[in-house]
């Protein structure tokens, strides 16, 4: 219980998930994909022209989950895999989600919000930033992994600083490698990132990252990426173990370049998902019905989604050991996931 206290104090120290430069650098790489259209209609939604449109709220999530107003959308940061890194990686919808909803379930939720073509313009633009961080938030791959809270609970040293394995993999590793968090930081590491995806290491892997993605089925789609992303806790985030990390005198230099390179690919990968996802929702929900740039043409009827009819949260089970110690953390506190 202790430790878990002194991870709340850390929030003060402003430490977000996917930090602010991963959530805007996936942001960035996203607007570089996107279709024109889909970006006019992410514009007019988000009331914002600028070359940041999505940058600009990629991290708005993790502020209002920082509010008492928001404070039950926690949850929706990530999911609890209860498998047993690193001699098993697994996620089950089912037996991970939980009651109160979580990202897979956010993203399927918040998807739907932002094609349906109903809702007020607040509630649609509160859809999309929704969607723009949680779609970065699924490729952390702790954010996929309940064991110790998502490595909030594995105490680590990082350039000579008492970390947590979470928030190293979040915020300080990212940091390290470009020197700052600010957007231009963002943007030039979204350049970098783009050069690969085009031409460079990962321009033969990216059709897999998007491969099978359907709006159709959103929970199945976010699992496969809450899936992907919970693999590499057993391969690469902790391979060894927790212990082992906790041993080390410092993550920095061997750790650190042992896995800095999963930090840039799966970065990459959130923000080309990320572009292919919001040209689907524009795609099969905004443009189908004959709403572009906000005036609608042709409005079609809305046949409401029977995936989200009780679907999108599991049935409810008793906690797990892994959920009772979350909740004993208090899901306000803003430094777990
Ligand atoms: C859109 O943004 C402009 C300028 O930033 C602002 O004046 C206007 O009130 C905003 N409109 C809405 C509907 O929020
Ligand atoms: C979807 O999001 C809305 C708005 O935040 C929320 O009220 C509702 O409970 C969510 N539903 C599901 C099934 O997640
Ligand atoms: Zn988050």
């Keep these: 219980m202790a430790s878990y206290v002194l991870l709340c104090l850390a929030t003060l120290q402003g430490v977000r998930a996917w930090g602010a430069l991963g959530h805007a650098t996936i942001a960035y790489v996203a607007q570089n994909y996107v279709t024109a259209e889909t970006a006019s209609w992410a514009q007019g939604v988000l009331n914002d022209t600028s070359a940041s ?81 949680f779609v970065g938030d699924i490729t952390q791959p702790l954010h996929d992994e309940a064991f110790e809270a998502g490595g909030n609970g594995i105490p680590v040293h990082f350039m000579g600083f008492n970390d947590n394995l979470h ?64 693999a590499l806790v057993c391969t690469v985030v902790m391979p060894q173990g927790a212990a082992a990390l906790t041993a080390m005198p410092d993550l920095f230099p061997t750790y650190y370049d042992g896995v800095i390179g999963t930090i840039e690919l799966q970065i990459a990968k959130g923000g080309y998902r990320l572009a292919n996802w919001l040209n689907m929702i524009f795609e099969t929900d905004i443009a189908n019905r004959g709403i572009v740039d906000g005036s609608e043409v042709v409005k079609r009827e809305v046949v409401p989604k029977s995936e989200l009819d009780g679907h999108a949260f599991p049935v409810e089970r008793e906690l797990s050991k892994a959920k009772l110690a979350r909740a004993a953390l208090g899901y306000g506190c803003d430094h777990q996931h």
């Design 53 to 133: 449109y999505l940058a600009s709220i990629a991290s708005f999530a993790d502020q209002f989950r920082a509010t008492a107003a928001g404070a039950w959308s926690a949850p929706l940061h990530f999911i609890d895999a209860e498998d047993n890194p690193p001699t098993t990686c697994n996620v089950d919808f089912t037996r991970d989600c939980g009651a109160t909803g979580c990202v897979v379930s956010a993203i399927a939720n918040y998807t739907q919000r932002a094609g349906d073509g109903q809702l007020t313009a607040a509630d649609t633009a509160e859809a999309v930033k929704f969607v723009v961080h």
């Design 167 to 230: 928030s190293d993999w979040d915020t300080f590793m990212p940091e390290e490698l470009i020197g700052g968090s600010s957007l231009a930081n963002a943007q030039s590491w979204a350049n970098t990132l783009i050069a690969e995806i085009d031409s460079g290491v990962f321009a033969y892997e990216k059709a897999g990252w998007i491969a099978g993605d359907t709006v159709g089925d959103a929970i199945a789609t976010a699992t496969r990426w809450a899936t992907d992303g919970n």
